[in-house]
């Protein structure tokens, strides 16, 4: 339309310029427009806007709507759970304000295990932290009741909200946060099934869905998955692949761990005197160093062939050594500690302690090592990791502190006291974030202390004070929690 042009040209010039016109009109619209032109109540922009209304109702004449076949929204149905009581709901507000993930992960335990559901008016703030925190949707899902899903339906962002109450209706039909949580309880009951399962749905994964749900399998690992392993080595996805072999690494047994045995028993030989020797046989196979061993050393007092074995050794599991040497742990241990020729794989041989999780080496370690080895504390019972974490904190503070943290115990006081007495030290490191990521290890009864623990350097004061006074709003919350 000529006309409507023409009133755009004057919208971009301005009326001072290009003052609007009726040209271009003709019948009713040509006499509605001289109406609107010849008036003298009304300046040039007045007529212009009148004008531009006139005509974008008469380009819009006769113009159909547009119409779409759309299925009626479906109804929420009914809850079959209460909610929670009004004094949880009041818990919740407070751990909101705190922002920390760990103390709402232990509200939703409580909501879990109460069999009790969210409350209506909180559920798009709880599914926009699930959508935010992969650790907190499977709890979500599982207290966000028919109304959770329901809301799934109309934000892509909230999918993992779907209801499912069977471990085979999660893993068919749950988002993946929901599968591999269904696939980690049936590995710990039936560690076959849990593998045939991931079998049958590996061709129709993704890559990242597949290292997901393939790292379940590393806890615990078992040697029955050695063959299909093994058979992964080929997938195109260097992802995957990756995790395999770490996996395989774990597993006596598997092809890879052999060869690296086989070098190992070659290189290292007890003669008829009761001598150790080492000699590091030349490697020929390409696949051990593929496997992430490194050839060279970045140690110039480490040679290169030392470096390799180091590698292989933290790699084999400790039970070996008993079979290659003919004798049983303890003398393992001596026969390390004595011979010089071993004695610089000592750390090697904790390692792969630590990386086989074999308890009942660790412990028999510990007690006949003259050295603390902070790697094998993981695998103590847990009153003997407080208690070692105790007694060599000062000696080990921050890699204690580590471990701890990685533990899900509860600390005890005394650790707890030592930790923050440390922390107060450091507060910048150990600041209101790290009391938010670790409030689930902190007891509660670490409170009527805090105005006990001050740091050294009067500088810190301020800022330790500050942390001090979070973390008795976190504890505070953590205190509601478990008495609900």
Same mark, same amino acid.
């Given at each position: ?5 023409q ?6 010039l301005?009326?001072?310029?290009k =003052?609007?016109?009726?040209?271009g ?13 010849t ?7 007045d007529?212009f ?13 006769g ?13 929420c ?8 009581k009004?004094?949880?709901?009041r818990v ?5 304000e ?11 335990e ?9 409350p ?5 703030v ?11 949707? !499977?709890?979500? !899902?599982a ?15 909230w999918?993992?909200?779907r209801?499912a109450?069977?471990i085979?209706d999660?893993?068919?039909n749950? %988002?993946?946060a ?5 696939l ?23 890559a ?19 063959p ?16 395999a ?9 598997s092809?890879l ?7 190992? %028993?070659g ?8 001598q150790?020797?080492v ?6 196979d390409?696949s ?7 050839k ?5 007092t ?11 050794i933290?790699l084999?599991?400790?039970a070996?050594?008993?079979e ?32 086989f ?6 412990l ?13 504390i993981?695998m ?5 990791q407080?208690?070692f ?19 899900q ?11 923050f007495?440390?922390? !107060? ?14 409030i689930r290890?902190?007891?509660?009864a ?8 001050? =740091? ?8 330790w004070?500050?942390i001090?006074v ?15």
């Amino acid at each position: 339309m000529e006309h409507w042009n023409q009133l755009i040209n004057t919208a971009l010039l301005g009326t001072a310029k290009k =003052p609007a016109d009726s040209t271009g009109m003709n019948g009713p619209l040509q006499q509605a427009a001289n109406t609107i032109l010849t008036g003298d109540n009304t300046d040039k922009e007045d007529k212009f806007l009148q004008l531009a209304a006139v005509l974008y109702n008469y380009r819009l004449s006769g113009t159909q709507p547009v119409t779409a076949n759309l299925a009626p929204t479906k109804v929420c149905p009914p809850e079959t759970k209460p909610y929670c009581k009004p004094a949880a709901v009041r818990v919740l507000q407070q751990v909101l304000e705190t922002d920390s993930i760990q103390l709402l992960q232990l509200w939703l335990e409580y909501c879990a295990k109460a069999n009790v559901l969210l409350p209506p008016a909180q559920l798009p703030v709880m599914l926009d932290k699930g959508w935010r925190n992969k650790s907190l949707r !499977a709890l979500i !899902a599982a207290t966000g009741g028919q109304r959770a899903e329901w809301l799934g339906h109309f934000n892509p962002d909230w999918n993992f909200s779907r209801v499912a109450d069977t471990i085979e209706d999660r893993w068919q039909n749950g %988002a993946t946060a929901q599968r591999v949580e269904a696939l980690k309880e049936l590995r710990a009951a039936d560690p076959v099934m849990a593998r045939t399962w991931l079998e049958q749905s590996w061709p129709k994964e993704s890559a990242t869905v597949k290292t997901e749900l393939l790292s379940v399998l590393e806890q615990p690992a078992n040697p029955a998955d050695i063959p299909w392993l093994e058979s992964l080595l080929t997938e195109k996805s260097k992802q995957v692949k990756e995790t395999a072999t770490r996996i395989l690494k774990k597993l006596p047994g598997s092809s890879l761990h052999e060869k690296y045995w086989q070098i190992i %028993a070659g290189a290292i030989q007890l003669d008829e005197y009761g001598q150790v020797t080492v000699a590091l046989p030349e490697i020929t196979d390409d696949s051990i160093f593929q496997s992430g061993i490194e050839k060279l050393s970045n140690d110039k007092t480490i040679t290169d062939e030392t470096h390799i074995l180091y590698q292989l050794i933290s790699l084999v599991h400790p039970a070996r050594w008993e079979e290659h040497f003919k004798r049983n742990t303890e003398r393992v241990i001596a026969l390390f500690q004595l011979q010089d020729s071993l004695k610089p794989f000592i750390p090697a041989l904790v390692l792969a302690i630590a990386w086989f999780e074999d308890k009942e080496r660790a412990l028999s370690f510990m007690h006949h090592s003259e050295t603390f080895y902070i790697d094998i504390i993981p695998m103590l019972p847990p009153e003997q990791q407080q208690q070692f974490s105790e007694k060599f904190f000062d000696e080990h503070p921050d890699s204690i502190i580590q471990y701890a943290c990685n533990n899900q115990e509860e600390w005890s006081l005394p650790l707890c006291t030592r930790i923050f007495k440390y922390a !107060a030290t450091q507060p910048y490191t150990y600041n209101q974030q790290f009391m938010n990521n670790h409030i689930r290890q902190i007891p509660v009864a670490i409170a009527a202390t805090l105005d006990d623990i001050t =740091p050294v350097e009067a500088y810190h004061t301020g800022y330790w004070n500050n942390i001090k006074v979070h973390l008795g709003r976190l504890l505070q919350a953590k205190s509601q929690i478990q008495s609900l």
